[in-house]
Structures are given as structure tokens and as C-alpha cells.
């Protein structure tokens, strides 16, 4: 059976049962239909926060053959429950442009998904439209405002780099001119579109405590410099009222449901290669507020979302997690060590062993920021007893646990041992986490940082552009920002091709982008696309709707 054909034999429950059962009044909801709702922000309990245990699940570098963090997630937290730890995962909402793209959605997979999934991995409550609708208020504003004679400020349009955004992979909207058409369209200039998931509003979002400070963050959005040289914000512009009044539910975290019947928050969905790759600080805090745990994800590899969530989210939001959750595949391991991606259902013990350094790197980075740590192997039915075995006499005696989670296949059952281990660990409160680096450090000191702990890199190169934006992000007052650095999720390094764990590799950062708004800084490395384009052979193609309204083809 597929991942739809699963989630659609399950019978949904009522969301207002859902909600009863973790202590949530009907009056509360801002429902969606039967089967969806919002929760409003009145919930969040700072007592209750510091009482619950954070567990964040992160994974290996990522590989073409999926390593299924959301899927572990979902299939982790059924095991919470079914053994008597009442727990809540809360994750990201998908992006439409993976969905219709090649990637698929972001809603766990077999007997351990989230549910009703068609909607989740559609349009959900209008969240992204949401922001959407904010971001392209501020870029037409922005070019209302140059095109005004009188009463602008006096903006010079080569210091823009605001761009427009659309959830839909389209790579024809990269690069265009706008303005075109003669005196009453506008100032011709040239711009391009992102994706929604690499827009600063959905990182405001994502990290924003409440209404108030959501609209402080959207204030202090850089625009671009006027034309003698004074730095320009959406503030100045009055954007920042209007904006916000687009997010008033959007800033909201979603409530829904496991294919188990167990409460699931869904809010926020940045990617973690241009991004910070995790929920919102909200969501995560209402997890707290309702459940005794919560377990969470960041995208992509360690190096990547957890990295993010450890020096950014959890900084700013004051988290402290007591564990993480490594996934690995068996066929992960062995593309690492060297297997083509056709053979990786072959048992092959040698490429396996082979690829373990990458794991073992992720390991080691745990480790900088104190937290403790166990693996979880995603079993997929083409993995061997024998390359299991391998794996965990590998790190015999190494004080690393390794527990097969084979969640797809028996949801919460096939997670009891892992389930038992994240409540040991959290409930012995070893945890001293630390971020990576202080944010008083310069810029450079936190780039090389992250660049030499985590990635492993030899040396840092900054071309001319990135010394000429260092140099501007100091005379704006904003080094103090922490760092979120977009970089390839396929290598620990910056180039996509070197796979395992490389080694005396060069880090290049090309530019850094201002996302004063949100609260960090952008370093960028190599050629990092923020809008996608469409494979040969979309998953579009394959998805349709019968005259009954049942989706198919929905992964």
C-alpha cells in the first residue's frame, strides 16, 4: 500500500475528541472542518514548559534514497504514547513545491504519518498564503514607493534585493524585470521570486513570541539604502501594521492528528539549506504547554536544521533540549560509503561500514552543544539482519546506542526500545546544553565556528562581495546577529559532489544577506537556489482527483 492508500483507510477522529483529551476546550478551536484546527496562544504555559522534555530528531546528510525524519518522529511519538508518556510531535508544514516537485510532502510516511495528509500537503489552513500575501504587500509597497514623485523616501532601487514569492517550484520566475510598460507601471528593475519557504516572513514566523513582537520583527525588515546612503526598513514604509493583520491567524500553530489518534502541531515551514529548517517557537512552546514531551524536527542533516535550532531557535527562545534523536538508513550509509543509487537495496556490508563516517560525524557535532544523543535506525524492508548487525557491533562499547525503528511498517510498535531510551535519557537530565558560539563574537568568528566544528572545513574564503557585506553589516550595527549559513544539504562541505565525511575542504562564502527582520545573518555558500525548478517528471503529474473527491497518486 502507499503512503495515501494507508492514510485514507484510517477513519479520522473528530478534532474536538483530539483536542479534549489533552486538556483543550471546544471554545478554543478555531476549527477547519471536522478534522483540522487552530489553537489560540492563550494556551502556552510557561509552568508547564519548564516541567516538559524537548527532544529534537535530526538525521545524517541527507541522500536521493530519503532518510525519514518526520517519519521517525511521528512513529517515535505513538511509541511515547503508547507506553504511557503522553507526547506531542510537532513539526513543519510542507511546501507545495516539493509536494508537486520531486521531494513529496512532509507528512511521515506508512503507520506513521500525520493526518488528514491530503490537506496537510495541500493548501492546510492557508498559512503559507498567508505569507505570502504579507511578503508581496511589502514588495509592492516598496515599489509603489518608487514609483511615487513626491512623498517617497527617497530610495535607491540598486540597493533592493526584496524580492516577490510563490509556493511552486518555477524556476522561469528566478530572474525577471519588473516595471515594464511605460511611466504608469512603475520603475523598471530587475528582480526574481522565491519560493515561500525561503521567505524572511516565514522565518519571522517561525520565530516570532507573539503578535506584538511579530509586528516589531516585521518593522525592522531591510529594504535598502537611500540614495545618500541611510539605511531604509518596512517601518519606514508602514508596512508593518498592514502585514501583520494578514498573519492574525497565520501566526496560530495547527492542530491535527496521528494516523494513531495522538495530537499532532504543524506550523511554520522554512527549509533548512537557505533557512533555519524548524517549526515555530510558538508551535514548539504549545507542544510544551499540552504533553510531557515533545519531539521535534529540523531539515536536512545536523549540520544544517539542528545546528540552526540549537544557535538560533533555542537561543532566542529560551528552549532547552534534553535529547536528540539521530536517523540513519541502512541504504543511506552504504550511498555514503560509496554504493550507486541502484544497488542500495542490495545488502552490502562493506559500503556500509563504509559510510559511517558521516554518522559518526554527525555524532561528534551532538556532542559540541551537550546534549545527548541516540541513533535510530529507519528500517526499510530491504535493509538486512546482517547490515543491522554490523552497525551496531560498530559502535560496541562506544557508549553510542543504536535502536532499529521500523515505524513505516508497525507505527508505534516498531519503536518501544527507542521510546525507552529518549525517557531514560531525558528523565536522567544530563543534558548541559551550550550553543556553538557567543553572538558577541564577529561575524567571522561565528562562520568559522560553524564552519570548522561542524562542517569539518580546512579554511574559510570570503570573495569581495561577502568583505564588502561584512563591512555594511557593521556599519549598520547588526554583527551582533547570529548566523544562519545556506549551504548544500548534500555534503557536509559546500560542494554537493563530496559525499562520506570529507576532510581539508575550503568553505567559500559567495555574499551575506541581512534578515534583520527575523534576526540573523545569511552567509552563502555555492550555488544555492531559493526558487526551485520542476524535474523532468513532476509528481504533478502523477496526482489527480476523482469525481468522489478522493485524492490519488499523492505519493
Known amino acids: 500500500?502507499?503512503?495515501?492508500?494507508?492514510?485514507?483507510?484510517?477513519?479520522?477522529?473528530?478534532?474536538?475528541?483530539?483536542?479534549?483529551?489533552?486538556?483543550?476546550?471546544?471554545?478554543?478551536?478555531?476549527?477547519?472542518?471536522?478534522?483540522?484546527?487552530?489553537?489560540?496562544?492563550?494556551?502556552?504555559?510557561?509552568?508547564?514548559?519548564?516541567?516538559?522534555?524537548?527532544?529534537?530528531?535530526?538525521?545524517?546528510?541527507?541522500?536521493?534514497?530519503?532518510?525519514?525524519?518526520?517519519?521517525?518522529?511521528i512513529g517515535l511519538s505513538e511509541a511515547m504514547n503508547q507506553t504511557g508518556r503522553n507526547t506531542i510531535p510537532v513539526l513543519r508544514e510542507p511546501s507545495l513545491g516539493p509536494v508537486f516537485g520531486m521531494k513529496g510532502g512532509a507528512t511521515g510516511g506508512g503507520y506513521a504519518q500525520v493526518l488528514p495528509m491530503e490537506d496537510i500537503n495541500l493548501h492546510f489552513t492557508g498559512d503559507f498564503s498567508a505569507i505570502e500575501k504579507a511578503h508581496n504587500l511589502l514588495s509592492a509597497l516598496i515599489a509603489n514607493n518608487l514609483h511615487q514623485v513626491r512623498d517617497n523616501l527617497d530610495i535607491d532601487p540598486r540597493t533592493v534585493h526584496w524580492k516577490r514569492v510563490m509556493d511552486m517550484n518555477d524556476r522561469s520566475l528566478r530572474h525577471i524585470i519588473t516595471g515594464l510598460g511605460g511611466t504608469t507601471s512603475g520603475i523598471p528593475r530587475e528582480t526574481g521570486f522565491d519560493i515561500t519557504a525561503a521567505s524572511e516572513i516565514m522565518a519571522i514566523l517561525c520565530l516570532a513570541d507573539d503578535l506584538e513582537n511579530l509586528k516589531e520583527r516585521f518593522g525592522n525588515i531591510f529594504v535598502g539604502f537611500t540614495f545618500d546612503g541611510r539605511p531604509v526598513y518596512a517601518r519606514d514604509l508602514k508596512a508593518t501594521g498592514a502585514m501583520a493583520a494578514l498573519?492574525?491567524?497565520?501566526?496560530?500553530?495547527?492542530?491535527?492528528?496521528?494516523?494513531?489518534?495522538?495530537?499532532?502541531?504543524?506550523?511554520?515551514g522554512p527549509f533548512a539549506n537557505i533557512a533555519q529548517g524548524t517549526n515555530s517557537v510558538i508551535a514548539t512552546r504549545m507542544g510544551l504547554s499540552l504533553a510531557d514531551y515533545v519531539?521535534?524536527?529540523?531539515?536536512?542533516?545536523?549540520?544544517?536544521?539542528?545546528?540552526?535550532f540549537f544557535d538560533i531557535k533555542c537561543r532566542a527562545a529560551g528552549l532547552k533540549p534534553q535529547a536528540v534523536v539521530l536517523v540513519a538508513t541502512i541504504r543511506a550509509l552504504k550511498y555514503h560509503g560509496g554504493a550507486p543509487l541502484n544497488e542500495l537495496k542490495r545488502p552490502d556490508v562493506a559500503r556500509l561500514k563504509a559510510g559511517i563516517p558521516n554518522l559518526e560525524k554527525h555524532l561528534e557535532?551532538?556532542?559540541?552543544?551537550?546534549?545527548?544523543?541516540?541513533?535510530?535506525?529507519?528500517?526499510?524492508?530491504?535493509?538486512?539482519?546482517e547490515e543491522i548487525e554490523a552497525l551496531q557491533a560498530h559502535f560496541e562499547g562506544t557508549g553510542v546506542e543504536i535502536h532499529v525503528a521500523d515505524v513505516w511498517a508497525k507505527g508505534g510498535a516498531g519503536a518501544h526500545s527507542l521510546a525507552d531510551a529518549v525517557a531514560?535519557?531525558?528523565?536522567?537530565?544530563?543534558?548541559?546544553?551550550?550553543?556553538?558560539?557567543?553572538?558577541?563574537?564577529?561575524?567571522?568568528?561565528?562562520?568559522?565556528?560553524?564552519?570548522?566544528?561542524?562542517?569539518?572545513?580546512?579554511?574559510?574564503?570570503?570573495?569581495?562581495?561577502?568583505?564588502?557585506?561584512?563591512?555594511?553589516?557593521?556599519?549598520?550595527?547588526?554583527?551582533?546577529?547570529p548566523v544562519c549559513i545556506a549551504k548544500t544539504q548534500k555534503s557536509l562541505s559546500d560542494n554537493p559532489e563530496l559525499l562520506g565525511r570529507p576532510k581539508d575542504f575550503i568553505?567559500?562564502?559567495?555574499?551575506?544577506?541581512?534578515?534583520?527582520?527575523?534576526?540573523?545573518?545569511?552567509?552563502?555558500?555555492?550555488t544555492i537556489v531559493r526558487m526551485p525548478g520542476l524535474p523532468a517528471r513532476p509528481a504533478a503529474e502523477s496526482i489527480d482527483i476523482d469525481r468522489n473527491g478522493k485524492i490519488t497518486g499523492l505519493f
Open 365 to 385: 557535532n551532538i556532542g559540541h552543544f551537550g546534549v545527548p544523543a541516540v541513533v535510530a535506525i529507519n528500517r526499510f524492508a530491504t535493509d538486512s539482519d
Open 507 to 526: 568553505v567559500t562564502i559567495r555574499e551575506i544577506e541581512l534578515a534583520a527582520g527575523a534576526g540573523f545573518l545569511i552567509p552563502i555558500t555555492g
Open 424 to 481: 531514560r535519557i531525558t528523565e536522567a537530565n544530563d543534558t548541559k546544553f551550550t550553543p556553538l558560539y557567543d553572538n558577541a563574537w564577529s561575524v567571522e568568528q561565528k562562520i568559522e565556528a560553524i564552519c570548522r566544528t561542524i562542517y569539518g572545513a580546512k579554511a574559510i574564503d570570503y570573495t569581495l562581495q561577502a568583505r564588502k557585506d561584512l563591512r555594511k553589516i557593521a556599519e549598520l550595527g547588526l554583527d551582533k546577529l
Open 1 to 73: 500500500m502507499t503512503d495515501i492508500d494507508i492514510a485514507q483507510s484510517v477513519e479520522l477522529r473528530d478534532i474536538r475528541e483530539i483536542a479534549s483529551r489533552w486538556g483543550i476546550l471546544e471554545d478554543d478551536l478555531m476549527l477547519y472542518g471536522k478534522h483540522k484546527a487552530k489553537l489560540p496562544l492563550h494556551l502556552i504555559n510557561e509552568e508547564k514548559i519548564e516541567q516538559a522534555r524537548l527532544v529534537l530528531v535530526s538525521a545524517i546528510s541527507p541522500t536521493p534514497a530519503g532518510e525519514g525524519k518526520t517519519t521517525v518522529t
Open 295 to 308: 519531539i521535534t524536527e529540523a531539515g536536512f542533516g545536523f549540520d544544517l536544521g539542528a545546528e540552526k
Open 247 to 268: 498573519m492574525k491567524d497565520a501566526i496560530k500553530p495547527n492542530l491535527v492528528q496521528t494516523i494513531e489518534g495522538n495530537a499532532a502541531i504543524i506550523h511554520g
